[in-house]
């Protein structure tokens, strides 16, 4: 049999896996709230890993090391920074998030919460919310389908729009039909899949140079002592600063991305939030560790192999084929695979439900059926993927760089407000209004200016202080909203109602 069968069988193993996923969440996806927030009875592990893998995407398994191979460790403050943010996501945000959409009038998407919370009569926070997940979500997407292409050009010396179009296909077919269900459970396979590829590849790399004294003496003749340094080089410039507080503010992008706090609202309770913290970070370190050690040591392994690489950001998938068995390594290109599908789903899921509940149920006057609901959200998932695969056939920037920007826009339009919502009663509907619309403006012209300073720390700065200045101004006091705000702290304190060992 020859290296390319090996690759294809496990590759098709893959596909057959994630589809008989989607198939079996199929079966258990009964009405509308199943659709798109599986019923809220995620276990924690569920819940962890699942954002975990639709969080990190093609970025942590080809645009990190790719970063980190091109520019050298001062690239690891995204790491760092993304790390602090998740982190804070899950112990702030989590708990209180789960329990604030029950109250609120069993809220499922981010934008009916913030319509239930805020009692925005005019609908117009509501539309605002879903339009903007449609615009970054679209770009969001896209980006997956352009990491896609590229999987099979560099992995197959295949043709960068068939290998779009399979991965954007399978991944469309497993979504539409097993809902976030089969998005959730297919994510907890990629997650682990993922992990174990950005472990192995390091440490066979290194095996084959020789040692870690040989990996640290090519990297340092091949790119420099730079390279291995934090702060880029000795003098510390202040572009050097700018460049960190860029990489760290990536970290405040966590509070508002709807394909993760979704997993949030997911939850079985409030109080499971604790133990899928301790799960997901930890699968987050191991993780991050292994992308950033996979660029440094391709920089060792791609020198000593005399290998032209082209693009850096296939470093991983390039000694995977050359250092593994062909079934082991289609297994690692398969986990790439999974790093690229499994936040194309999520994000496809979410994107459908600001479509239907957020928008085409805003605009119809009488009350669609569960079935027609359900069917017009796997519609809304096929409408979406097309638009994302048709912008993907002619990419005209990195992935990192798609990534980069639609996780500024989430960050800014909605981060200000999720945290607001959460801890402060005085938000008004006008105030966040106002400072989503800020928020999302200000991504598009700070990315203009070019500044050299992440588009996501100013705008993120400025929603916040304009939702303040509007809602104090704006405030008027209404008691089923301060109630609600009382027994959202009421629920927090209750004991976990699920043993431990539930199934979702």
Known sequence: MSDQIFIYVALGLYFAAMLLIGYLAYRRTTDHEDYMLGGRNLPPWVAALSAGASDMSGWLVMGLPGAIYLSGLIEAWIAVGLTIGAYLNWLLVAPRLRAYTEVSRNSITVPSFFENRLRDTSRMLRVLAGLVILVFFTLYISSGMVAGGKFFESSFNGDYLTGMLLVGGITLLYTLFGGFLGAS??????????????????????????DLGETGRLISENAGPAHLSFLGGTAVTGGTILAI????????????????????????????????????????????????????????????????????????????????????AGLILAAVLAAIMSTISSQLIVSSSALVED??????????SQ?????????????????????AITPNDTILGLVSFAWAGFGAAFGPIILLSLFWRKLTNWGALAGMFVGAVTVFIWKA???????????FVLATITA??????????????????????????????????DTP
Do not use: C
């Open 371 to 391: 079935k027609r609901l359900v069917l017009m959200g796997r519609l809304a998932v096929l409408v979406v993927a097309v638009i994302a695969i048709v912008l």
């Open 185 to 210: 459970l297919t994510d907890v396979v990629q997650g682990l899949m993922m992990v174990v590829a950005l472990i192995i590849v390091p440490i066979f790399a290194v095996i084959a140079i020789g």
């Open 245 to 328: 507080i860029s990489a760290l503010a990536w970290g405040l992008g966590y509070f508002g991305q709807p394909h993760i706090i979704v997993r949030f609202m997911a939850l079985r309770s409030p109080q499971e939030a604790k133990s899928a913290r301790r799960i997901g970070i930890s699968w987050m370190v191991i993780s991050m560790f292994g992308a950033i050690i996979s660029g440094l040591v391709g920089i060792a392994y791609i020198a000593a192999q005399g290998i032209d690489l082209g693009d850096p950001e296939t470093v991983v998938l390039i000694m995977s084929t050359t250092l593994l068995h062909p079934f082991v």
């Open 449 to 459: 200016l070019n500044t050299g300073l992440y588009e996501l720390l100013p705008a």
């Open 468 to 501: 303040v200045v509007v809602s104090l101004v704006t405030y008027r006091h209404n008691e089923e909203i301060q109630q609600e705000f009382t027994d959202t702290g009421t629920m927090l304190t209750l004991p976990r109602p699920h043993a431990v060992g």
């Open 359 to 368: 928008l085409y149920r805003v605009f119809r006057r009488t009350p669609p």
